[in-house]
């Protein structure tokens, strides 16, 4: 077992043949609202899939559309990039 230590934030991306995903632990976020709990945003996009197979489309769906976009806004909020497109 071992440790390792990041900054105040850290940003984290994941990817597979159909989600790609991104979390946000962000020490910066949770001063700034003074929260009593810590929450990590995070955002997952599915490829569509077509007649039971994934479209050759780059274009992904964020999944949870609601609950995605709260997510979405904090880490664009928080984090370098200025848009879902960055």
């Known amino acids: ?7 105040r934030d850290v940003m984290v ?3 597979t043949a159909r989600e790609h995903s991104i979390g946000l632990l962000s020490r910066t976020f949770l001063e700034d ?4 709990q810590v929450y990590v945003p ?7 899939i ?3 197979a994934r479209t050759e489309t780059r274009e ?5 559309a609601a609950e ?3 997510a979405l806004n904090t ?6 990039y200025g848009s879902e497109e960055a």
């Open 1 to 7: 077992s071992g440790s390792m230590r990041v900054g």
């Open 13 to 15: 991306f994941t990817k």
């Open 33 to 36: 609202k003074r929260a009593d």
């Open 42 to 48: 995070i955002v997952t996009w599915t490829a569509p």
């Open 50 to 52: 077509v007649g039971g």
């Open 60 to 64: 992904f769906v964020p999944k949870h």
């Open 68 to 70: 995605s976009r709260v």
């Open 75 to 80: 880490i664009l909020e928080y984090s370098p």
